[in-house]
């Protein structure tokens, strides 16, 4: 935690001092915005990496200690087995993740659609009753609704993959 405030206020620094000495707030390419966005938000999310890069360099440590140490008690060929399912169930588990964000995304387009929908209809509904379209557009909402729930479903299963998926890989129980 204390390195993640320090890369951070080195990285505050470093932005500071470069805005002073080249006054890049003249020029067209750096506004105003684009350096505040550079101080408050991308060093933020760089002090955030600092945990992973430190768990990266830990695991890679454990893993090469637990390699050489399972080698001496159950020999190489069993090691490798290990390791190769290991590194199998680690990629599932990325793949899964990739899976989950398409399928949150496109449930949120969904929904979007949906919300859309129901707005319009709540803006028009002295026009949808005077020319009598309740039917229509309760039929359309429904079917939107129904993408949508399907989406849904397809969110829950895929958490549920990543779960599963998530117990019996090694790096992500750390």
């Known amino acids: 935690m204390r390195l993640s405030v320090a890369v951070r ?4 620094s470093i932005i500071q001092d470069k805005i002073i000495s080249s006054s890049l707030l003249n020029s067209s390419e750096f506004t105003e915005g684009y350096v ?11 002090a955030e990496m600092i ?21 001496v008690v159950v020999g190489w060929k ?37 919300m859309t929908l129901f707005k319009n209809l709540l803006t028009n509904l002295e026009f949808i009753k ?4 309740e039917n229509f557009f309760c039929l359309k909402m429904y079917r939107r609704r129904e993408n949508e729930l399907l989406w849904l479903e397809r969110n829950a299963f895929v958490m549920g993959l990543v779960s599963m998926v998530g117990t019996f890989s090694p790096s992500a129980t750390n």
């Open 78 to 114: 069993l090691t490798f087995l290990i390791i190769f399912i290991f590194f199998g169930l680690n990629v599932l588990y990325l793949g899964a993740f990739k899976l989950k964000a398409w399928v949150t995304k496109n449930y949120l387009k969904e929904k979007d659609r949906r």
């Open 130 to 133: 005077i020319n009598a379209l």
């Open 9 to 12: 206020s080195a990285v505050y």
């Open 51 to 71: 945990p992973q890069i430190y768990m990266f360099i830990n695991d890679g440590c454990s893993f090469f200690i637990g390699t050489i140490y399972m080698c």
């Open 36 to 46: 505040t966005n550079l101080m408050q938000v991308d060093a933020y999310q760089l």
